[in-house]
């Protein structure tokens, strides 16, 4: 009976002793709430875990966490040739949220790097199909018609685009300089028709003043009066009460 109590005692110490070892050798993974973890048990995925910690005992189970908060993706400067032949680089900037963990982090090796090509080369397919004059005024119309191609892709793995925009369009040296000439010379010519336009203006005035004088002389000359008094000057008038054109100049 001792024997078998014995046994049983020495039994359950290796078994305690055995989980000690197993809980000293396990480790805690922990998930934050901005993340989620793929969960492989000998190594097939079994589905994900939510945040909070997790103990891993030995190898046979792995969790892999991924932040699935929002990011910027910028697509650099590509050089682009127009529908007019104009050699362009043109950059884009968007918001990348992983909404499906399984698709964007084990289905796809590279979710975000195949997403970035699939940028390239639907940014690159659309500005080769407009002039440059279009692509300058078009900044809206490219973004959209980019996210329209490829947006698809992108929610195949698991991935969606938001807020996409053209951030910078560069263009040859000597096209800006050809560019800049012709602004100037618009608002020269802008600046010469304001200027005709007044001297018009003014002459249609003094056509109009004219007109009233000759059909009342009068009024000529109390006109004349009246600019001659303004300079400081003595009227003399003759007999007849009209002015003789005899000026002197004013003493005070």
Not at 4 to 15: D, H, P
Request: hydrophobic share 45%; charged share 20%; proline share 3%.
């Amino acid at each position: 009976m001792m024997d078998i109590v014995g046994f049983l005692v020495a039994g359950a110490v290796v078994t305690i002793l055995a989980a000690l070892l197993a809980w000293r050798a396990s480790t805690v993974v922990t998930v934050h709430d901005y993340e989620t973890a793929l969960v492989y048990r000998n190594g097939v995925l079994s589905g994900t875990a939510a945040a909070g910690r997790h103990r891993l005992f030995g190898e046979r189970t792995r969790l892999d966490v991924h932040d699935t908060r929002p990011t910027m993706m910028t697509v650099g400067g590509q050089e682009i040739t127009t529908s007019d032949h104009i050699p362009i680089r043109l950059s884009l900037v968007g918001q990348v949220h992983p909404v499906d963990v399984v698709k964007a982090y084990h289905d796809t090796r590279d979710s975000h790097g195949d997403l970035y090509l699939a940028l390239q080369l639907a940014v690159r397919d659309d500005v080769s199909r407009r002039p440059v004059d279009e692509v300058l005024l078009a900044r809206d119309a490219i973004a959209t018609a980019v996210v329209a191609a490829v947006q698809p892709r992108a929610a195949a793995m698991g991935l969606e685009l938001n807020d996409l925009a053209v951030r910078d369009i560069m263009l040859p040296a000597d096209l800006k300089r050809a560019m800049a000439g012709v602004v100037q010379a618009q608002k020269e010519t802008q600046r010469a028709l304001e200027k005709a336009r007044g001297e018009q203006a003014v002459l249609r005035n003094l056509a109009n003043t004219g007109r009233l004088f000759e059909g009342n002389p009068g009024l000529l000359q109390a006109r004349l009066i009246q600019a001659l008094e303004t300079g400081g000057n003595t009227l003399v008038f003759g007999g007849d009460g009209l002015t003789t054109g005899k000026v002197k100049p004013g003493k005070g």
